[in-house]
């Protein structure tokens, strides 16, 4: 099949194309950097010309308020616009576990509208929720910190690598259409305040983490479940420590 991956120059999208290509599909990286922009529309209609499958990986480079609703909303219509002209079969998004709970969030809010929008379509598609990447959590760390001190709460999470995120994705894309949402997640679940302490440790980070049941996250108040998956979610096999032994490069 010919699938396009939009955001496929990405940390998530370059290896959903590798993938694919590897099980023999002509999978194409879509994104500015290849001449593909789905703000404005620009090769969009050349791109998915011929395509059975649209694969969407690709993320807001903005999470202010305003900024990222107007991307998933305008990149998320032209999608499924010139989508439909082109006849393709399939959209497959990836979204976030717990995003329908996090609705305090602006950039939840932002992926609650582009999963309606895309639910709402008419176009035949499949909405994979995963949970955060173990390449996430330096930008997590970061975000929580208010000078050498990180706060987060304890609440559970359940985060998974790259890899297996891509391997999930890539798996839904040449699958039939769920027309529904399918979970995926790391094979073990920690503490939030713990994720990140194990994390720091091991890049020998001198900040301090603190258990703060009222941080936020991403703009979130975090309930002990918020972020893992129900029962039944597909879960990944590379686990944190084996993930944190790689040498950096090998991280990406």
Do not use: C
């Amino acid at each position: 099949m010919k699938i396009v991956v939009i955001g496929g120059t990405g940390l998530i999208g370059s290896k959903v194309v590798s993938k694919l290509t590897e099980q023999g599909h002509e999978a194409v990286a879509a994104a500015p950097t290849t001449g593909v922009n789905t703000l404005t529309g620009e090769g969009l209609a050349a791109v998915l010309k011929g395509a059975q499958v649209i694969v969407d990986v690709s993320n807001s480079p903005s999470f202010e308020e305003r900024a990222v609703m107007d991307f998933f909303k305008t990149s998320t219509n032209n999608l499924l616009k010139y989508g439909v002209a082109a006849g393709v079969g399939h959209l497959a998004a990836l979204s976030v576990v717990g995003t329908d709970r996090l609705s305090e969030s602006p950039y939840f809010r932002a992926k609650i509208v582009q999963e309606k929008l895309i639910k709402e379509s008419g176009l035949p598609y499949s909405i994979i929720h995963a949970t955060q990447f173990f390449e996430f959590v330096n930008r997590i760390a970061d975000e929580a910190t208010v000078g050498t001190t990180v706060r987060l709460p304890a609440v559970l999470i359940q985060p998974m690598a790259a890899d297996d995120v891509a391997k999930a994705v890539a798996r839904v894309a040449v699958g039939t259409p769920l027309n529904g949402m399918v979970e995926v997640a790391g094979p073990e679940a920690f503490r939030f305040d713990e994720l990140i302490r194990e994390a720091l440790r091991a890049r020998n980070d001198s900040r301090s983490v603190v258990a703060d049941p009222h941080a936020q996250y991403f703009g979130a108040a975090l309930g002990e479940r918020s972020l893992i998956p129900v029962d039944g979610a597909r879960l990944g096999e590379i686990r944190f420590q084996e993930w944190l032994r790689r040498p950096v490069l090998q991280q990406r």
